[in-house]
């Protein structure tokens, strides 16, 4: 299917017409996003970016259906990193934008996908912002587990943890989440820290690292003495 619609894409390159549209919303209203928006609430943290403002927009657009529409954009972001016909596709300004509004249609009626998240995935293109969707789905994302009260929970360690390090790291780093916040946990490795390990949650970092510990002690003797 997929590789169908990129097959068809890859043919046209006319010039794009030119496409105005209302400053606000950023989208255009249909019979069904016309709802939703004016029965929607903005997320719950701000992000001021081109891309913020049509996550916001998609946002207060699904609000009513927001796990479908999330999970709808996790699609299309797994689409574009596995897929690099798919990704040049989106990301090509040359290609003719009903071109692309029609391939977005194809996939979408396949995929039963949302229908804020087809008229968004048309609205990017007309405002030739399509090559913006991969960080808008991430922002949207953020938006998304803020409301759901989700702290994504990034530790890096020299070498991989254990099941039983892995369960003590979850339950020292569930005390300092805020109450009623669920954890998602991303385990990796980084043998450049040596040893320790380096925690990132929501914007706190804890660098606990054998290799900072090393910076800081060289950094100290290497100060001028008082």
């Given at each position: 299917?997929?590789?169908?619609?990129?097959?068809?894409?890859?043919?046209?390159?006319?010039?794009?017409?030119?496409?105005?549209?209302?400053?606000?919303?950023?989208?255009?209203?249909?019979?069904?996003?016309?709802?939703?928006?004016?029965?929607?609430?903005?997320?719950?943290?701000?992000?001021?970016?081109?891309?913020?403002?049509?996550?916001?927009?998609?946002?207060?657009?699904?609000?009513?259906?927001?796990?479908?529409?999330?999970?709808?954009?996790?699609?299309?972001?797994?689409?574009?990193?596995?897929?690099?016909?798919?990704?040049?596709?989106?990301?090509?300004?040359?290609?003719?934008?009903?071109?692309?509004?029609?391939?977005?249609?194809a996939?979408?009626?396949?995929?039963?996908?949302?229908?804020?998240?087809?008229?968004?995935?048309k609205?990017?293109?007309?405002?030739?912002?399509?090559?913006?969707?991969?960080?808008?789905?991430d922002?949207?994302?953020?938006?998304?587990?803020?409301?759901?009260?989700?702290?994504l929970?990034?530790?890096?360690?020299?070498?991989?943890?254990?099941?039983?390090?892995?369960?003590?790291?979850?339950?020292?780093?569930?005390?300092?989440?805020?109450?009623?916040?669920?954890?998602?946990?991303?385990?990796n490795?980084?043998?450049a820290?040596?040893?320790?390990?380096?925690?990132?949650?929501?914007?706190?970092?804890l660098?606990?690292?054998?290799?900072?510990?090393?910076?800081?002690?060289q950094?100290?003797?290497?100060?001028?003495?008082?």
């Amino acid at each position: 299917m997929l590789r169908n619609v990129m097959r068809s894409l890859g043919s046209v390159a006319r010039p794009a017409r030119k496409v105005i549209l209302p400053p606000s919303p950023a989208f255009r209203a249909g019979p069904v996003m016309s709802a939703r928006f004016f029965a929607s609430k903005k997320p719950k943290m701000e992000d001021g970016t081109l891309e913020g403002r049509y996550a916001t927009a998609l946002f207060m657009a699904s609000s009513d259906n927001l796990d479908k529409v999330y999970n709808d954009l996790v699609g299309f972001r797994s689409m574009l990193l596995e897929s690099k016909e798919f990704k040049l596709a989106v990301e090509t300004p040359g290609i003719d934008p009903e071109s692309k509004v029609k391939a977005f249609d194809a996939i979408c009626q396949k995929a039963g996908t949302d229908a804020a998240v087809a008229n968004f995935l048309k609205v990017l293109v007309e405002n030739k912002r399509a090559h913006l969707l991969g960080r808008t789905i991430d922002i949207f994302e953020n938006f998304y587990r803020a409301e759901k009260g989700l702290v994504l929970c990034k530790v890096s360690s020299a070498e991989p943890l254990s099941s039983a390090q892995q369960g003590q790291v979850k339950a020292a780093m569930t005390q300092r989440a805020e109450k009623g916040a669920t954890l998602i946990m991303e385990y990796n490795t980084n043998p450049a820290l040596l040893g320790g390990l380096v925690v990132k949650m929501g914007e706190v970092v804890l660098d606990n690292s054998v290799s900072t510990r090393l910076e800081r002690l060289q950094t100290q003797l290497l100060a001028p003495v008082a």
